[in-house]
Protein backbone atom coordinates (compact mmCIF):
# COMPACT_ATOMS: atom_id res chain seq x y z
CA UNK A 1 0.00 0.00 0.00
CA UNK A 2 1.58 3.27 -0.58
CA UNK A 3 1.76 6.18 2.23
CA UNK A 4 -1.00 8.17 0.05
CA UNK A 5 -3.65 5.45 0.43
CA UNK A 6 -2.63 5.05 4.22
CA UNK A 7 -3.19 8.41 4.74
CA UNK A 8 -6.78 9.16 3.40
CA UNK A 9 -6.20 12.48 2.49
CA UNK A 10 -9.00 13.51 0.35
CA UNK A 11 -7.91 16.45 -1.80
CA UNK A 12 -10.65 18.92 -3.50
CA UNK A 13 -8.21 21.79 -4.77
CA UNK A 14 -10.21 24.49 -5.67
CA UNK A 15 -7.32 27.31 -5.70
CA UNK A 16 -5.73 25.36 -8.71
CA UNK A 17 -9.49 24.76 -10.41
CA UNK A 18 -10.97 27.88 -10.07
CA UNK A 19 -7.60 30.63 -9.99
CA UNK A 20 -5.42 29.87 -12.74
CA UNK A 21 -3.28 32.03 -13.09
CA UNK A 22 -3.15 32.84 -9.01
CA UNK A 23 -0.19 30.48 -9.03
CA UNK A 24 2.55 28.07 -10.59
CA UNK A 25 2.44 24.31 -10.52
CA UNK A 26 5.32 23.21 -8.66
CA UNK A 27 7.30 20.79 -6.54
CA UNK A 28 9.60 20.79 -3.83
CA UNK A 29 12.93 19.17 -3.05
CA UNK A 30 13.40 15.57 -2.05
CA UNK A 31 14.67 15.92 1.74
CA UNK A 32 18.12 14.26 2.22
CA UNK A 33 16.81 12.10 5.33
CA UNK A 34 13.92 13.44 6.67
CA UNK A 35 13.02 12.95 10.01
CA UNK A 36 9.79 12.89 12.42
CA UNK A 37 9.83 16.06 15.07
CA UNK A 38 6.05 16.58 16.04
CA UNK A 39 2.78 15.32 14.83
CA UNK A 40 -0.77 17.09 15.98
CA UNK A 41 -2.65 13.81 16.59
CA UNK A 42 -5.56 16.07 17.59
CA UNK A 43 -5.18 18.37 14.38
CA UNK A 44 -5.33 15.22 11.87
CA UNK A 45 -8.23 13.70 13.18
CA UNK A 46 -9.83 17.05 12.68
CA UNK A 47 -8.49 17.02 9.13
CA UNK A 48 -9.44 13.19 8.68
CA UNK A 49 -5.98 12.08 8.14
CA UNK A 50 -5.20 8.71 9.11
CA UNK A 51 -2.26 9.41 10.72
CA UNK A 52 -1.79 6.63 13.14
CA UNK A 53 -1.43 3.65 10.46
CA UNK A 54 1.87 5.77 9.18
CA UNK A 55 5.19 4.74 9.74
CA UNK A 56 7.80 7.31 11.66
CA UNK A 57 9.30 6.85 8.02
CA UNK A 58 6.04 7.46 6.10
CA UNK A 59 5.31 10.39 7.66
CA UNK A 60 8.43 11.77 7.64
CA UNK A 61 8.57 11.72 3.48
CA UNK A 62 4.68 12.92 3.68
CA UNK A 63 5.75 15.93 5.60
CA UNK A 64 8.94 16.59 3.75
CA UNK A 65 7.25 16.73 0.78
CA UNK A 66 9.57 13.96 -0.68
CA UNK A 67 6.38 11.86 -1.04
CA UNK A 68 3.68 13.54 -3.20
CA UNK A 69 0.12 12.51 -2.13
CA UNK A 70 -2.55 10.72 -4.04
CA UNK A 71 -4.91 14.27 -5.46
CA UNK A 72 -1.97 16.88 -4.13
CA UNK A 73 -1.22 19.42 -6.54
CA UNK A 74 1.22 21.08 -5.33
CA UNK A 75 1.43 24.44 -6.37
CA UNK A 76 3.48 28.29 -5.29
CA UNK A 77 0.76 31.06 -5.19
CA UNK A 78 1.63 34.50 -6.19
CA UNK A 79 0.69 37.49 -4.34
CA UNK A 80 2.51 41.06 -3.53
CA UNK A 81 2.39 42.87 -0.23
CA UNK A 82 3.27 46.09 0.99
CA UNK A 83 6.19 45.75 3.52
CA UNK A 84 6.85 48.37 6.12
CA UNK A 85 4.75 50.93 4.28
CA UNK A 86 5.96 50.13 0.86
CA UNK A 87 4.78 48.36 -2.09
CA UNK A 88 6.66 44.87 -3.02
CA UNK A 89 4.68 44.15 -6.56
CA UNK A 90 5.69 40.45 -6.49
CA UNK A 91 6.31 38.26 -3.46
CA UNK A 92 4.67 34.93 -3.47
CA UNK A 93 5.16 31.89 -1.96
CA UNK A 94 8.71 31.58 -2.09
CA UNK A 95 9.74 28.71 0.12
CA UNK A 96 6.29 27.32 1.05
CA UNK A 97 4.20 24.96 -1.59
CA UNK A 98 0.41 24.56 -1.12
CA UNK A 99 -0.37 20.61 -1.24
CA UNK A 100 -3.93 21.39 -1.60
CA UNK A 101 -7.48 21.34 0.20
CA UNK A 102 -9.01 19.19 2.19
CA UNK A 103 -12.26 19.23 3.77
CA UNK A 104 -12.33 18.60 7.45
CA UNK A 105 -14.75 16.46 9.80
CA UNK A 106 -16.78 19.79 9.82
CA UNK A 107 -16.75 20.17 6.14
CA UNK A 108 -14.77 22.97 6.32
CA UNK A 109 -11.95 23.32 3.88
CA UNK A 110 -8.20 23.54 4.99
CA UNK A 111 -5.34 24.30 3.18
CA UNK A 112 -2.32 22.32 3.78
CA UNK A 113 1.07 24.19 3.01
CA UNK A 114 4.85 23.00 3.37
CA UNK A 115 6.97 25.67 4.60
CA UNK A 116 10.63 25.37 3.85
CA UNK A 117 10.39 23.15 0.86
CA UNK A 118 12.52 24.19 -1.17
CA UNK A 119 12.93 27.02 -3.92
CA UNK A 120 9.94 27.89 -6.52
CA UNK A 121 9.84 30.46 -9.01
CA UNK A 122 9.42 33.47 -6.09
CA UNK A 123 12.13 32.62 -4.17
CA UNK A 124 14.49 35.82 -5.11
CA UNK A 125 17.61 35.32 -3.80
CA UNK A 126 16.27 32.78 -0.73
CA UNK A 127 16.81 29.33 -0.59
CA UNK A 128 13.80 28.24 0.19
CA UNK A 129 14.28 26.54 2.73
CA UNK A 130 13.71 27.08 6.99
CA UNK A 131 15.73 26.47 9.83
CA UNK A 132 14.80 24.61 12.48
CA UNK A 133 14.14 27.57 15.14
CA UNK A 134 11.55 29.26 13.21
CA UNK A 135 9.92 26.75 12.10
CA UNK A 136 9.13 25.19 15.63
CA UNK A 137 8.46 28.80 16.57
CA UNK A 138 5.94 28.79 14.54
CA UNK A 139 4.18 25.68 15.61
CA UNK A 140 4.61 26.54 19.49
CA UNK A 141 3.11 29.99 18.97
CA UNK A 142 0.23 29.11 16.38
CA UNK A 143 -0.54 26.13 18.70
CA UNK A 144 -0.44 28.60 21.79
CA UNK A 145 -2.69 30.90 19.67
CA UNK A 146 -5.36 28.45 19.02
CA UNK A 147 -5.58 27.71 22.41
CA UNK A 148 -5.86 31.12 23.62
CA UNK A 149 -9.05 31.21 21.53
CA UNK A 150 -7.28 33.19 18.82
CA UNK A 151 -8.09 32.57 14.76
CA UNK A 152 -5.37 31.47 13.35
CA UNK A 153 -3.29 29.22 11.17
CA UNK A 154 -2.53 25.62 12.85
CA UNK A 155 0.65 23.40 12.29
CA UNK A 156 -0.07 20.04 12.00
CA UNK A 157 3.46 18.42 11.29
CA UNK A 158 7.44 19.45 12.12
CA UNK A 159 10.31 17.64 10.20
CA UNK A 160 13.86 17.93 9.84
CA UNK A 161 15.32 17.55 6.63
CA UNK A 162 18.83 15.77 7.64
CA UNK A 163 20.47 18.83 5.77
CA UNK A 164 21.93 22.38 7.08
CA UNK A 165 20.82 25.60 5.84
CA UNK A 166 23.03 28.61 5.69
CA UNK A 167 21.62 31.36 7.81
CA UNK A 168 24.32 33.57 10.21
CA UNK A 169 25.68 30.41 10.55
CA UNK A 170 24.76 26.68 9.84
CA UNK A 171 21.72 25.49 11.05
CA UNK A 172 19.68 22.26 10.71
CA UNK A 173 16.55 22.50 8.11
CA UNK A 174 13.28 21.80 8.65
CA UNK A 175 9.79 22.06 7.30
CA UNK A 176 6.98 22.86 8.80
CA UNK A 177 3.15 21.88 7.36
CA UNK A 178 0.80 24.54 7.91
CA UNK A 179 -2.72 24.36 7.99
CA UNK A 180 -5.25 27.37 6.84
CA UNK A 181 -8.48 28.22 6.60
CA UNK A 182 -7.35 29.48 3.11
CA UNK A 183 -4.02 31.25 2.32
CA UNK A 184 -5.94 34.22 0.58
CA UNK A 185 -4.09 36.96 1.51
CA UNK A 186 -4.71 41.41 1.32
CA UNK A 187 -1.38 41.07 -0.73
CA UNK A 188 -3.01 38.88 -3.13
CA UNK A 189 -5.48 41.23 -4.58
CA UNK A 190 -2.59 43.64 -4.33
CA UNK A 191 -0.67 41.55 -6.87
CA UNK A 192 -3.61 41.80 -10.12
CA UNK A 193 -4.67 45.01 -9.26
CA UNK A 194 -1.13 46.92 -9.10
CA UNK A 195 -1.66 45.19 -13.35
CA UNK A 196 -4.99 46.46 -13.53
CA UNK A 197 -6.30 42.98 -14.20
CA UNK A 198 -9.22 43.64 -12.83
CA UNK A 199 -10.79 40.52 -13.98
CA UNK A 200 -8.76 39.05 -11.93
CA UNK A 201 -9.45 40.98 -9.13
CA UNK A 202 -12.85 40.02 -9.65
CA UNK A 203 -12.36 36.20 -9.84
CA UNK A 204 -10.20 36.30 -6.83
CA UNK A 205 -13.27 37.97 -4.54
CA UNK A 206 -15.52 35.98 -6.08
CA UNK A 207 -13.64 32.76 -4.97
CA UNK A 208 -12.61 34.82 -1.55
CA UNK A 209 -16.79 35.56 -1.23
CA UNK A 210 -17.94 31.91 -1.81
CA UNK A 211 -15.00 30.39 0.46
CA UNK A 212 -15.32 32.47 3.19
CA UNK A 213 -18.42 34.63 3.48
CA UNK A 214 -21.36 32.71 1.26
CA UNK A 215 -23.78 35.02 2.87
CA UNK A 216 -22.78 38.65 1.24
CA UNK A 217 -22.33 36.59 -2.33
CA UNK A 218 -25.20 37.93 -4.81
CA UNK A 219 -26.14 40.58 -2.76
CA UNK A 220 -26.38 44.08 -4.39
CA UNK A 221 -22.93 45.59 -2.94
CA UNK A 222 -21.54 42.11 -2.25
CA UNK A 223 -17.68 43.29 -2.66
CA UNK A 224 -18.54 46.14 0.20
CA UNK A 225 -19.92 43.85 1.75
CA UNK A 226 -16.84 41.79 1.28
CA UNK A 227 -14.56 44.38 2.33
CA UNK A 228 -17.24 44.68 5.42
CA UNK A 229 -16.43 41.44 6.78
CA UNK A 230 -12.81 41.12 6.08
CA UNK A 231 -12.81 44.56 8.14
CA UNK A 232 -14.77 43.12 11.01
CA UNK A 233 -12.32 40.01 11.04
CA UNK A 234 -9.64 41.60 11.38
CA UNK A 235 -11.01 44.29 14.11
CA UNK A 236 -11.73 40.95 15.91
CA UNK A 237 -8.48 39.41 15.23
CA UNK A 238 -6.62 42.10 16.48
CA UNK A 239 -8.80 42.75 19.24
CA UNK A 240 -7.77 39.69 20.73
CA UNK A 241 -4.23 40.27 20.12
CA UNK A 242 -4.29 42.77 22.24
CA UNK A 243 -6.16 41.38 24.66
CA UNK A 244 -3.46 38.74 25.26
CA UNK A 245 -0.61 41.08 24.49
CA UNK A 246 0.48 39.22 21.13
CA UNK A 247 2.56 41.86 19.06
CA UNK A 248 2.59 40.47 15.42
CA UNK A 249 5.52 41.85 14.44
CA UNK A 250 5.15 41.88 10.81
CA UNK A 251 1.69 43.12 10.12
CA UNK A 252 2.63 43.31 5.95
CA UNK A 253 -0.42 42.98 3.17
CA UNK A 254 1.23 39.99 2.45
CA UNK A 255 0.89 38.74 6.17
CA UNK A 256 -2.20 39.82 6.31
CA UNK A 257 -5.37 36.97 5.72
CA UNK A 258 -8.40 37.38 4.10
CA UNK A 259 -9.92 34.85 6.46
CA UNK A 260 -8.43 37.06 9.39
CA UNK A 261 -6.72 34.01 10.67
CA UNK A 262 -3.22 35.11 11.80
CA UNK A 263 -0.62 34.03 9.90
CA UNK A 264 3.10 33.88 9.49
CA UNK A 265 4.79 33.90 12.81
CA UNK A 266 8.12 35.08 12.42
CA UNK A 267 9.46 37.79 14.73
CA UNK A 268 5.99 37.80 17.06
CA UNK A 269 6.24 37.80 20.64
CA UNK A 270 4.12 38.29 23.44
CA UNK A 271 4.81 41.70 25.70
CA UNK A 272 5.63 40.88 28.98
CA UNK A 273 5.61 43.94 30.79
CA UNK A 274 3.06 46.48 30.33
CA UNK A 275 4.21 48.62 27.82
CA UNK A 276 2.23 50.08 25.02
CA UNK A 277 5.09 51.62 22.66
CA UNK A 278 6.44 47.86 22.98
CA UNK A 279 8.49 46.24 19.68
CA UNK A 280 10.22 43.33 19.81
CA UNK A 281 11.56 42.80 16.34
CA UNK A 282 14.99 43.57 15.46
CA UNK A 283 13.96 44.90 11.69
CA UNK A 284 11.14 46.75 13.03
CA UNK A 285 13.26 50.33 13.66
CA UNK A 286 10.61 52.88 13.64
CA UNK A 287 8.34 51.17 15.65
CA UNK A 288 5.38 50.83 13.11
CA UNK A 289 4.02 47.79 14.22
CA UNK A 290 4.33 48.32 17.83
CA UNK A 291 1.90 47.03 20.28
CA UNK A 292 -0.18 49.82 20.76
CA UNK A 293 -0.37 50.48 16.76
CA UNK A 294 -1.37 47.32 15.84
CA UNK A 295 -5.31 48.56 15.45
CA UNK A 296 -3.92 51.13 12.93
CA UNK A 297 -1.92 48.90 11.18
CA UNK A 298 -4.77 46.40 10.75
CA UNK A 299 -6.88 48.89 9.18
CA UNK A 300 -4.17 50.58 7.09
CA UNK A 301 -4.10 47.16 5.24
CA UNK A 302 -7.58 47.08 4.83
CA UNK A 303 -7.33 50.38 3.73
CA UNK A 304 -5.16 48.55 0.35
CA UNK A 305 -7.34 46.00 0.31
CA UNK A 306 -10.14 48.49 -0.32
CA UNK A 307 -7.75 50.38 -2.90
CA UNK A 308 -7.45 46.76 -4.45
CA UNK A 309 -11.10 46.66 -4.72
CA UNK A 310 -11.91 49.86 -5.61
CA UNK A 311 -13.22 49.13 -9.45
CA UNK A 312 -15.85 46.64 -8.07
CA UNK A 313 -17.43 48.94 -6.06
CA UNK A 314 -19.01 51.25 -8.50
CA UNK A 315 -18.45 51.99 -12.03
CA UNK A 316 -17.74 55.89 -11.10
CA UNK A 317 -14.70 55.65 -9.17
CA UNK A 318 -15.22 58.86 -6.77
CA UNK A 319 -18.89 56.82 -5.72
CA UNK A 320 -16.90 53.55 -5.07
CA UNK A 321 -14.23 55.92 -2.73
CA UNK A 322 -17.18 57.42 -1.31
CA UNK A 323 -18.77 53.80 -0.41
CA UNK A 324 -15.56 52.07 0.47
CA UNK A 325 -14.82 54.88 2.88
CA UNK A 326 -18.36 54.51 4.83
CA UNK A 327 -17.30 50.71 4.80
CA UNK A 328 -13.16 51.53 6.42
CA UNK A 329 -14.64 54.43 9.03
CA UNK A 330 -16.68 51.46 10.80
CA UNK A 331 -13.23 49.92 11.42
CA UNK A 332 -12.75 52.47 14.55
CA UNK A 333 -16.23 51.81 16.65
CA UNK A 334 -16.06 48.03 15.95
CA UNK A 335 -12.34 47.61 16.84
CA UNK A 336 -13.02 49.31 20.30
CA UNK A 337 -16.15 47.21 20.52
CA UNK A 338 -14.92 44.24 20.40
CA UNK A 339 -11.80 44.95 22.13
CA UNK A 340 -14.05 46.24 25.14
CA UNK A 341 -15.56 42.68 25.25
CA UNK A 342 -12.14 41.37 25.55
CA UNK A 343 -11.78 43.24 28.35
CA UNK A 344 -14.86 43.26 30.30
CA UNK A 345 -14.27 39.46 30.26
CA UNK A 346 -10.43 39.69 31.71
CA UNK A 347 -12.04 42.01 34.40
CA UNK A 348 -15.05 39.62 35.16
CA UNK A 349 -17.63 41.69 34.24
CA UNK A 350 -20.68 40.29 32.57
CA UNK A 351 -23.05 43.46 31.90
CA UNK A 352 -22.28 46.00 29.50
CA UNK A 353 -21.76 49.94 30.91
CA UNK A 354 -21.16 53.34 29.61
CA UNK A 355 -18.47 54.14 31.66
CA UNK A 356 -16.18 50.60 31.22
CA UNK A 357 -14.26 52.01 28.44
CA UNK A 358 -13.26 54.39 31.25
CA UNK A 359 -12.22 51.43 33.84
CA UNK A 360 -10.22 49.75 31.24
CA UNK A 361 -8.48 52.50 30.32
CA UNK A 362 -7.68 53.49 33.51
CA UNK A 363 -5.92 50.33 34.66
CA UNK A 364 -3.97 50.77 32.01
CA UNK A 365 -3.02 54.49 32.76
CA UNK A 366 -2.53 52.94 36.15
CA UNK A 367 0.08 50.74 35.11
CA UNK A 368 2.15 53.04 32.99
CA UNK A 369 5.99 53.10 33.96
CA UNK A 370 5.33 50.37 36.49
CA UNK A 371 6.76 47.62 34.92
CA UNK A 372 4.05 45.07 35.25
CA UNK A 373 3.47 41.82 33.79
CA UNK A 374 0.81 42.09 31.75
CA UNK A 375 -0.04 38.13 31.61
CA UNK A 376 -0.15 38.08 35.62
CA UNK A 377 -1.85 41.16 36.26
CA UNK A 378 -5.08 39.65 35.21
CA UNK A 379 -4.25 36.55 36.97
CA UNK A 380 -3.82 38.58 39.96
CA UNK A 381 -6.59 40.27 39.55
CA UNK A 382 -8.43 37.05 38.89
CA UNK A 383 -7.19 36.42 42.44
CA UNK A 384 -8.41 39.38 43.85
CA UNK A 385 -11.86 39.28 42.62
CA UNK A 386 -11.62 35.69 44.78
CA UNK A 387 -10.58 38.11 47.86
CA UNK A 388 -6.66 37.61 47.79
CA UNK A 389 -5.01 41.00 46.91
CA UNK A 390 -1.75 39.56 47.58
CA UNK A 391 -0.33 38.40 44.51
CA UNK A 392 -1.85 41.65 42.85
CA UNK A 393 -0.42 44.17 44.67
CA UNK A 394 3.34 42.27 44.91
CA UNK A 395 3.55 42.92 41.37
CA UNK A 396 3.50 46.98 42.04
CA UNK A 397 6.42 48.93 43.34
CA UNK A 398 3.88 51.47 44.79
CA UNK A 399 0.79 50.01 45.53
CA UNK A 400 -1.26 53.18 45.75
CA UNK A 401 -1.27 53.74 42.13
CA UNK A 402 -3.93 50.94 41.53
CA UNK A 403 -5.47 50.90 44.85
CA UNK A 404 -8.23 53.79 44.15
CA UNK A 405 -8.48 51.61 40.91
CA UNK A 406 -9.29 48.76 42.49
CA UNK A 407 -11.78 50.70 44.69
CA UNK A 408 -13.88 51.64 41.37
CA UNK A 409 -13.57 48.10 39.91
CA UNK A 410 -15.48 46.59 43.62
CA UNK A 411 -18.24 49.24 42.92
CA UNK A 412 -18.29 47.91 39.61
CA UNK A 413 -18.52 44.28 39.92
CA UNK A 414 -20.96 45.00 43.02
CA UNK A 415 -23.14 46.62 40.79
CA UNK A 416 -24.01 43.06 39.05
CA UNK A 417 -25.72 40.80 40.58
CA UNK A 418 -23.54 37.41 38.90
CA UNK A 419 -22.64 34.76 41.23
CA UNK A 420 -19.51 34.71 41.99
CA UNK A 421 -18.32 31.21 40.67
CA UNK A 422 -19.76 32.89 37.20
CA UNK A 423 -17.50 35.54 37.20
CA UNK A 424 -14.51 33.31 38.45
CA UNK A 425 -15.53 31.24 35.41
CA UNK A 426 -15.29 33.83 32.80
CA UNK A 427 -11.99 35.72 34.02
CA UNK A 428 -10.27 32.34 34.04
CA UNK A 429 -11.06 31.49 30.52
CA UNK A 430 -10.22 34.98 29.58
CA UNK A 431 -6.72 35.43 31.29
CA UNK A 432 -4.74 32.91 30.32
CA UNK A 433 -1.95 31.70 33.21
CA UNK A 434 1.00 30.61 30.27
CA UNK A 435 1.59 32.45 27.70
CA UNK A 436 4.85 31.48 25.23
CA UNK A 437 6.95 33.27 27.47
CA UNK A 438 9.78 34.94 25.19
CA UNK A 439 12.97 33.04 26.87
CA UNK A 440 11.15 30.09 27.40
CA UNK A 441 10.09 29.75 23.53
CA UNK A 442 14.47 30.70 23.05
CA UNK A 443 15.31 27.85 25.43
CA UNK A 444 13.26 25.07 23.74
CA UNK A 445 14.45 26.37 20.19
CA UNK A 446 17.71 27.23 21.17
CA UNK A 447 18.23 23.17 22.39
CA UNK A 448 16.23 22.10 19.67
CA UNK A 449 18.69 23.63 17.49
CA UNK A 450 22.53 23.01 19.02
CA UNK A 451 21.36 19.83 21.22
CA UNK A 452 18.37 18.22 18.80
CA UNK A 453 16.91 18.10 22.28
CA UNK A 454 13.10 18.34 21.51
CA UNK A 455 12.59 18.02 25.15
CA UNK A 456 11.82 21.50 26.67
CA UNK A 457 9.95 22.22 22.93
CA UNK A 458 7.32 19.05 23.78
CA UNK A 459 7.55 20.15 27.63
CA UNK A 460 6.39 23.93 26.68
CA UNK A 461 4.11 22.78 23.92
CA UNK A 462 2.39 20.72 26.52
CA UNK A 463 1.44 23.96 28.70
CA UNK A 464 0.65 26.21 26.13
CA UNK A 465 -1.62 23.69 24.38
CA UNK A 466 -4.23 23.92 27.83
CA UNK A 467 -3.20 27.60 28.90
CA UNK A 468 -5.68 27.96 31.21
CA UNK A 469 -5.23 25.64 33.69
CA UNK A 470 -2.92 25.35 36.16
CA UNK A 471 -0.22 22.59 35.43
CA UNK A 472 1.74 20.83 38.02
CA UNK A 473 5.40 22.00 39.17
CA UNK A 474 5.22 24.42 36.41
CA UNK A 475 6.05 27.73 37.65
CA UNK A 476 9.07 28.74 35.36
CA UNK A 477 6.36 29.19 32.97
CA UNK A 478 4.72 31.58 34.53
CA UNK A 479 7.20 33.59 35.75
CA UNK A 480 8.47 36.71 33.12
CA UNK A 481 11.78 36.70 32.59
CA UNK A 482 14.83 37.43 34.58
CA UNK A 483 15.91 40.47 34.19
CA UNK A 484 19.24 39.89 32.42
CA UNK A 485 16.74 38.57 29.28
CA UNK A 486 15.00 41.90 28.91
CA UNK A 487 15.29 43.86 26.53
CA UNK A 488 14.10 40.81 24.27
CA UNK A 489 14.64 41.26 20.89
CA UNK A 490 13.28 38.92 18.03
CA UNK A 491 15.21 38.06 14.62
CA UNK A 492 13.18 37.51 10.91
CA UNK A 493 14.73 34.16 10.96
CA UNK A 494 13.39 32.80 7.76
P1 LIG B 1 7.67 36.70 5.25
O1 LIG B 1 8.57 37.74 5.78
O2 LIG B 1 7.86 35.38 5.91
O3 LIG B 1 6.25 37.12 5.24
O4 LIG B 1 8.11 36.46 3.73
C1 LIG B 1 8.15 37.50 2.79
C2 LIG B 1 8.51 36.95 1.42
O5 LIG B 1 9.83 36.42 1.40
C3 LIG B 1 7.61 35.83 0.93
O6 LIG B 1 7.43 35.99 -0.44
C4 LIG B 1 8.42 34.59 1.24
O7 LIG B 1 8.05 33.50 0.43
C5 LIG B 1 9.83 35.07 0.94
N1 LIG B 1 10.85 34.30 1.66
C6 LIG B 1 11.12 34.34 2.98
N2 LIG B 1 12.11 33.49 3.31
C7 LIG B 1 12.51 32.88 2.16
C8 LIG B 1 13.51 31.90 1.82
N3 LIG B 1 14.31 31.36 2.73
N4 LIG B 1 13.60 31.55 0.52
C9 LIG B 1 12.81 32.08 -0.41
N5 LIG B 1 11.87 33.01 -0.17
C10 LIG B 1 11.70 33.40 1.10
MG1 LIG C 1 4.58 36.15 4.82
Redesign the pocket.
Known amino acids: MTASNILQAQFDNSYYRDLEGCYVAWQGVVAPKPEVIRINHQLADELGFNIKALTDDQSAEIFSGSKILEGSVPIAQV?A?H?FGGFTPI??????LLLGEVLDRDGMRRDIQLK?SG??P?????????AIGPVLREYLISEAMYALGVPTTRSLAAVTTGEKVLRESQLPGAILTRVASSHLRVGTFEFFAAREDIEKVRLLADYSISRHYPDVSGQSDQYLLFLSEVLDAQAKLVAKWMAIGFIHG?M?T??TTISGETI?Y?PCAFMDQYDPASVFSSIDLQGRYAYQNQPTMAIWNITRLAEALLPLFDDNQEKGVEKATAVLESFSEKYYEYWLQNMRSKLGLVTERKEDMELVKGLLKSLEGQHIDFTNLFIGLSKAAEGDQTSLLSLFDDAETIAQWLALWRHRLDAEEVPMQTRLGIMARANPRYIPRNHKVEEALDAATYEQNFEPFKKLLAILESPFEAHADSEEFENPAPESKIPYRTF?G?
Open positions: YGQLGDGRAGRTFSRQGDGKAVNDNDGCT
